[in-house]
């Protein structure tokens, strides 16, 4: 069948509202969160229920049509870039339902649409808990989460959204319903596809239902903030808070340059000549959490911090993290282009990191912003550039190449949660070796031998 | 189609704003109209990278981007919630007028809005002819907001439930007054708008006797028009900068410390759009219309913060008069920031304040999107007349007459039996008693 074909048999399916051809909705569906060059598509299509999702993609499978599922979009390796003209863009925006928020055995089945923060809100209403909070969450789609594994600010002590995937289903690249885990604790029934399933970025398969664990939401919570003439100091504070066995459930760092710009945007009165500022909140039972508490308050004392904050209250609380939240919004309004990174490295090495950062910025006179998710040795390098701008650019991808190499010697990773996609896949040898990705390519073929699932991410082109 | 090009290089002026959008796509959290459809091209990333291919030449005609442009509400809670500050209303309207200006006004918006609302006195003469017939093809529904449904179906009424206009108007009723300040020691100047004057006299008589009462002295001059967001939102840019011109001229008239508007959508209109859309020939000119702006307040802030009213403790925790609920006008709060001041005016009315769910989610009204995109604006309608009446108030109050008509018409359709006023209406009813 021909590309208008499909498109026919695609209205058929879901009705002619539901799919989108002309040229000016393909250009909004031809990026995403990355800073890469967009492709257009031929066909958007969004799906009402799991039988139209199961359809389309055995349509698309008869006609060898490539399919790229699309949550919200705000990925930001370009895991949601078509990968050509011929090909269609799979919209969940409309399974976007909480199928069951069970608090007896405590999980939750939700369809791929439902948006992250929407589904904490309802469980939190329950007394129960969903840990992985990435910065997008009110936006991200738990679809997009499972397929990118989002991290988030609670990685520390909460893990990250493969921590919490008890199973899942999901239509193969020929269009069978495949099931994997189940709504027990424990599972030992088939190979742990749900476990491949994370991370797979729309490569092996396409979502239609998925089965969350939930936890109890912890009792009590402190937050405070600890300022430090000098990054170095706030590092080994983090080091230290960990080998003394404490484990907050976030520990956030904020670099120099990102201090002042939150403090230029948010005017919330932020010492703009410390070098670092750690943000840190345990929580847990309310005898705990005021022991621990005092714990790391001597602890950022004792190695350097010149004032420690606790928050008396709520509201306090909510200014510590509305800091932490607004830097990426400081940042990017320094500068038109804004290129989120995410080497991660064992946290030991987080004061070797920012010091190869530091370098690096120096190196190819670029403005870096760092902060991040210190706790778990996942930072955020933040280059701020102009796009437009040839030369400038030229250096900052030349930066970014130099923090992972710099990263993969550290012992770390490429990327900790934003994914491979398009924007590391080039680079993903360098890290794995290429028998590695040899060996996903094979496993990749022999899944979908048509190489219709999100063809060109994580693996290159098979 | 010819002129693409050209078309592409008058989107340059905008490329700088433009490139400040990341991408993030965090305005999907906001956007009213993606929350029904969940369509990128609804929500500003999408139609801001359709702003971006027009400057790059991807189109072959502008019709496509137009349309999907005008399905906005301009509400603003994009660029309010935007971690990158892109300026999403003021790109929208400044794109909606070159391409208006490029295809040209349609002959209907023409005469709107070029013949009759940039002159004032022909728009007052007609509306009052309007006023007059709209009873023979209205029938009177007896519900709390006192809206009337179209008797003869008509295509444009479909089944709105409107408000009827006034028969006299507040500009005709109280042509001019010139009072000096009293004992608060400031003049204000009200800047009356089209829905109070057209549909909501009672509360432009509302302000005069609250302005009387707080010895506030007050400036209404004859012959006020709109404030010219209807004809920007169409692109009508040289109805707007008339329409600017003239209340320039028509204010200048009289010395006063503040200008006061009683409507969200004026306030903000004349605070942030008259001075960074309006271009006008001299640069005198632009420094008045920037001096006026910065005069400008909305009547709750100014209230609040002018004439200094404030709580007593007791007002502050009562708990016994009747439930009224406040619904945020998306240009109050996200727009302008005031969003604590006109909640206090309800408490200093001795009314007992309940929150409603999502009390500052857009109403769905959005002016001309309302005409346009009738079922949308009703589906966002209808989830505001849900929260409203979840708080079991026999009160909604709201600070933009605007939405006051949108309310209006969601709850008659659900035959709630909620009275809908605008929160200086209470506190006029106060100082009354
Ligand atoms: C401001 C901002 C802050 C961010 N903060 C964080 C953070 O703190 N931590 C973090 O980890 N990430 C973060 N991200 C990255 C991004 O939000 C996450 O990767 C998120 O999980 C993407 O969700 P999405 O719904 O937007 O997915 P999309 O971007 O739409 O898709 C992501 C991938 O998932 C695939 N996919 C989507 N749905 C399905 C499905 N049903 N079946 C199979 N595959 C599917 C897509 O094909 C694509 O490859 C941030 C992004 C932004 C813009
Ligand atoms: S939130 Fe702002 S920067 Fe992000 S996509 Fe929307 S308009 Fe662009
Ligand atoms: S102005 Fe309102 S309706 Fe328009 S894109 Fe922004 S949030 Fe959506």
Redesign the pocket.
Known sequence: MTTQGVIGELKKIVGADNVLTQKEDMVTYSY??AVLDPVVPSAAVMPENSEQLGQIVKLCSDNKLPI??????????G??IPSSRASIV?L?GK?NKILEINEADMYAVVQ??V??ATLAAAVEKKGLFYP??????A???????????????RGLKYG??KDYVMGVS?FDSMGEHVKSGSRTVKCATGYNLAGL?VG?????????EITLKLIPLPKARKSMVAVYKTIDEASETVAAIISNRIVPATLELLDNFTIRAVEAYSKAGLPIDAGALLLIEVDGHPGQVAEDGLKVEELCKTLGAVDVKVAADDIERDKIWAARRSA?SALAKLKPTLV?E?ATVPRSKIPAMVKALQEIAIKYKIEIGTFG?AGDGNL?PTILTDKRNKEEWHRVESAIEEIFDRALALGGTLS????T?LAKAPFLAKETGLSSIIFSRRLRKALDPNGIL?PG?ITGII | MAGMKELANRLKELEEQLVVC?????CQSVCPLFDRTRKEADVARGKLALLDGLGKNLFTDPDGVNTRLNRCLLCGSCAANC?SGVNVVEIFIKARAILAEFKGLSPAKKLIFQKMLSNPETFDQLTKWAGKFQNIFTKKDKNAQGTSCARVVSPLFGDRHFLPMSDTPFRSSSPLINTPAGKSGVKAAFFTGCIIDKLFPRIGQDVVDIFEFHGVGTYIPKGQGCCGIPALASGDMKSFEKLVEYHIELFSQEHFDYLVTACATCTSTIKKLWSSIYKGSGSKIRERVKELSSKTLDINQFLVNKVNISLSQAEDNAESGDIVTYHDPCHLKKSLGVFKEPRLLIKASGGTLVEMEGSDKCCGMGGSFNLYHYELSSEIGQIKSKNIADTNCSTVATGCPACMVQISDMLAKKNLNIKVCHPIELYAKAIRK
């Open positions: 995403d969160a790229t599922v699309r949550g919200a979009g705000t990925n930001l390796s895991g949601t799979l969940t399974l791929p649409g948006v992250t992985p909070d990435p910065g997008s969450q936006v991200s789609t738990i679809g997009g989460n499972v397929a990118e594994n989002a991290g988030g600010l990250v959204t999901f399933m797979s970025e729309g490569t092996l398969g396409i979502l239609d990426l989120l995410d998710h955020h900790g949660e934003h994914g996609g999100n991410k | 990341i991408r993030c796509g965090m971690p």
